[in-house]
């Protein structure tokens, strides 16, 4: 199998540097948080990898219990980079992340010492990686010490396990509180990464301020807002969609309301020659502050659509405006609670 030529993959697609580091990471990046586990043929994951690939994204962000069965995205993904992307391992960016339940009991979950080393080593196996090159906090644990969380990412970065550590949906003061105790302990924290989305602007009330001024990168994820930013809601709840099998997504969440919004901001889209989801990517990647954001992908057509909002973050005044007005906060954000401590 091969590849298009690099000098064609890194013009694709525009990088952006993570924060102060000296990381840079495509705009557009893919999450395997759907459609990667077993309930997807493999060679339809193979095709989405592949293509994307060539089109420059470099980096593939994975979680222990991404699937479903949980685990099943990272055994799938280390399949597809063993017989198609190990060659190319050093170009790559490849994240995994702890947090939510993985296995019964008390260590199987959440962000103590002893479940987040554990369950990057069974990343690493089901992954048949030696490393990731970020390793994630992926929520806040209330009744952990945050010392004892932070001092497991810095043992995963010491241990050679993973090249940086991160944190997904900790609140701006915690986010100040984990970048503290790292710096301490001389591993910086490289990136953050919250829920973020035209229906969903919490981290505008302050962690991105602190992640600017920290020199932490950002990459957003669910910047579709759980697919109700693609349009597909418009008419209605579809059968087969994620709202109508009351998800992570419900239907009614699916308001008359927020779907006036909708069309409103479908509207916008297509007098700037964008579909509704390339101006919610276009509009996410409009702040400099955030690094990347992160997409799933059903098929290699969706990942074409969306990764054609690459480039495309510059709005004119009158544009922004329009858009305040109808990127209203419409309830969605699941991962509140762990932003909320």
Wanted: charged share 20%; with cysteine.
């Amino acid at each position: 199998m091969t590849y298009v030529a690099a000098a064609d993959r890194y013009s694709r697609l525009p990088y952006r540097r993570c924060g102060r580091s000296g990381i840079q990471l495509p705009e557009v990046s893919l999450g395997l948080w759907q459609n990667f586990g077993d309930g997807k043929p493999i060679e339809d994951q193979r095709a989405i990898l592949r293509r994307a690939f060539d089109l420059g994204v470099t980096h593939f962000d994975l979680a222990n219990n991404y699937g479903p069965p949980y685990g099943s995205a990272e055994i799938n993904f280390g399949r597809i980079m063993r017989e198609d992307l190990r060659p190319y391992r050093d170009e790559l960016i490849i994240s995994t992340k702890a947090g939510y339940d993985m296995w019964p009991g008390p260590y199987g979950q959440f962000g103590s010492r002893k479940y987040l080393l554990a369950s990057l080593d069974q990343s690493l196996g089901r992954m048949g990686l030696d490393y990731v090159d970020i390793f994630y906090s992926h929520r806040f644990d209330p009744d952990t010490p945050l010392e004892e969380t932070m001092g497991a990412l810095d043992s995963a970065v010491r241990s050679g396990k993973a090249l940086y550590a991160g944190i997904s949906s900790y609140s701006a003061e915690r986010t100040m509180e984990a970048a503290s105790i790292l710096r301490r302990l001389g591993t910086p924290l490289l990136i953050h990464q919250p829920s973020y989305s035209m229906l969903n602007r919490w981290i505008e009330g302050g962690l991105l301020d602190v992640l600017e001024h920290e020199g932490i990168g950002c990459i957003a994820f669910s910047p579709l807002a759980q697919g109700v930013l693609t349009g597909k809601y418009i008419g209605g709840v579809p059968a087969g969609s994620r709202a109508s099998l009351d998800g992570s997504l419900s239907s009614d969440q699916i308001s008359d309301r927020i779907l006036a919004h909708v069309r409103a901001l479908a509207g916008i889209a297509e007098a700037r020659g964008q579909s509704l989801a390339q101006l919610a990517l276009s509009w996410a990647l409009r702040d400099p502050r955030v690094t990347s954001v992160l997409i799933g992908a059903s098929s290699v057509a969706q990942l074409e659509e969306n990764l054609a909002a690459a480039g495309r973050s510059d709005f004119t005044t009158e544009e922004l405006a329009a858009i305040d007005g109808d990127a209203v906060d419409a309830g969605i954000n699941i991962w509140a609670a762990s932003s909320a401590h």
